[in-house]
């Protein structure tokens, strides 16, 4: 069964730093593409940062050069480096995993606060 579970959000005040991790199984090698988003109250989920099988990065330009999305295909795992946090970065955090022929498959989510 393929699973995908996010750790590492919680409280941090405006400017510090988080470190998101998804934790895939059984292998992040079926997907080609991982990716973050999230969902702030009210709005629409969106895309943070995604990363391919090869390494090529794409990243959501309100987070661009402030985070960095990585993956670690031996440890299946990818990253979410979150630094300057704003508060307009608060929201749930998603991992999603995408492969030819399935729907993407999406990890719980980790709430993620910035304050003030």
């Known amino acids: 069964q393929i699973q995908l579970v996010e750790s590492g959000g919680g409280l941090v005040q405006a400017g510090g730093s988080l470190r998101l991790s998804c934790a895939t199984s059984p292998s992040m090698s079926i997907f080609n593409i991982m990716g973050w988003y999230r969902q702030a109250p009210g709005k629409q989920r969106e895309l943070v940062a995604t990363?391919?099988?090869?390494?090529?990065?794409n990243y959501a330009d309100s987070v661009k050069g402030r985070f960095t999305i990585s993956r670690d295909n031996a440890k299946n795992t990818v990253y979410l480096q979150m630094n300057s946090l704003k508060l307009e970065d608060t929201g749930v955090y998603y991992c999603r995993g995408e492969r030819p022929f399935d729907s993407p498959h999406w990890g719980p989510g980790t709430q993620v606060t910035v304050s003030s």
């Open positions: 990363v391919s099988a090869s390494g090529r990065t």
